[in-house]
């Protein structure tokens, strides 16, 4: 993930929070309501960014597991 994509994610994750703080008092059916209402992030359109993450995770997962295999050869 380059940095300006981690920055926007930051900002993005604490306008939410932030959101979230002043609903406080709100019913569980108000806030899924204003959460479903938005146009650029409606719940059921995540395939995108779901696949981006796999994509992300799978490759970590793989750096870490090449670094393990190296060190043990390494050991032996």
């Known amino acids: 993930m ?7 994610l ?3 994750v604490y306008k939410e929070v932030s959101e979230w ?3 406080e008092g709100c019913m569980v059916d108000e806030l899924v309501d204003k959460d479903m209402s938005r ?12 696949y ?7 490759s970590q997962i793989f750096d870490s597991l090449v670094k393990e295999v190296v060190a043990e050869i390494l050991l032996f």
């Open 2 to 8: 380059g940095e300006t994509r981690k920055g926007r």
């Open 10 to 12: 930051v900002e993005d």
């Open 21 to 23: 703080s002043r609903m």
């Open 39 to 50: 146009q650029h992030r409606r719940w059921l359109d995540i395939e995108v960014d779901a």
């Open 52 to 58: 981006a993450l796999g994509v992300e995770l799978e």
